[in-house]
């Protein structure tokens, strides 16, 4: 047994050694391809102010509005789930490029269009980018409201499977999707069991994000929450860095989705996750 868990801590290094995740600002050209995995991130905040030769900087964030195209995602009563994501995350986009400068932006739509879940998270990964951000709208029965931040991970319950499997059944309308996402089947539990183990190199930080949106949106938002949960999510198998899914809200609750549906609250939603998204960067680049 312990040599088992020696070699899943030496494959997850392994993982994240290559993944980028903890980038370095290198003081010599040698240090350049160094990098640190997630397990290292406890360190963060103290080595920032220690003589350390190596410095994280959050560089790039990928900015996802879940659905689009001929994928409409969830509806209410009028208001599209492809829609609402994509004007949140255009808000999202914009006041981070407006506040932080130094970060670079990158969407995966920025328009009406059908984007396939494996390529939003290969734009992530082409761009090294060091957090990966989709958003989405909730759907359930009409009682049913309040925000949830997910990572990547097992499902605890048959409702948190019931929300991945509904995002995940997108990938029926692509072509070739049993190619493409290696036999997975997004109506088989067993598919979702099997791959949810994937971005646990990343986990740590997923975690510190996705807990920093939720205590946002619930404090300085005053939305209601129903907290930070795991469940296998296609379009955050393959990215390579902190990934987290933002739902919300319930589109198919007539309040909530007046609330979501409107310019000026989706702002305040933005910035809700744009303050969590400065407090995430500025702890992991030690203040
Ligand atoms: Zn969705």
Redesign the pocket.
């Known amino acids: 047994m312990r040599i088992i868990v020696i070699l899943a801590s030496a494959a997850l290094l392994l993982l994240g050694a290559g993944s980028g995740e903890w980038k370095a600002e290198a003081q010599t050209p040698a240090d350049s391809a160094r990098v640190a995995p997630d397990s290292a991130l406890s360190a963060a905040p103290e080595n920032a102010n220690a003589p350390y030769r190596y410095r994280y900087r959050l560089r790039t964030v990928v900015l996802d509005a879940?659905?689009g195209g001929k994928d409409r995602?969830?509806a209410g009563a009028s208001a599209r789930?492809a829609d609402v994501?994509l004007s949140l995350i255009l808000a999202l986009g914009k006041q981070i490029e407006e506040n932080l400068p130094d970060v670079k932006v990158i969407y995966t739509r920025k328009t009406n269009v059908f984007v396939e879940l494996d390529e939003r998270a290969a734009i992530a990964n082409r761009n090294h980018a060091d957090l990966f951000i989709s958003i989405?709208?909730n759907a359930g029965p009409s009682q049913s409201h309040g925000t949830e931040v997910w990572t990547m991970g097992l499902h605890k319950t048959d409702a948190n499977l019931g929300v991945a499997q509904r995002?995940n059944s997108v990938i029926l309308q692509e072509k070739d999707y049993k190619t493409r996402y290696d036999g997975f089947d997004p109506r088989s539990p067993q598919s979702h069991i099997l791959f949810s183990l994937f971005q646990s190199a990343y986990i740590t930080n997923s975690l510190r994000f996705a807990q920093r949106v939720d205590r946002q949106l619930r404090t300085s938002v005053s939305r209601p929450s129903r907290g930070v949960k795991q469940a296998g999510f296609l379009v955050l198998w393959k990215s390579t860095m902190p990934s987290v899914l933002i739902e919300s809200g319930f589109l198919t609750n007539p309040a909530e989705e007046r609330y979501l549906n409107d310019k000026a609250n989706q702002s305040y939603m933005a910035a809700g996750i744009y303050r969590a998204f400065r407090e995430y960067k500025r702890e992991l680049e030690g203040g």
């Open positions: 879940g659905h995602g969830c789930e994501a989405h709208c995002e």
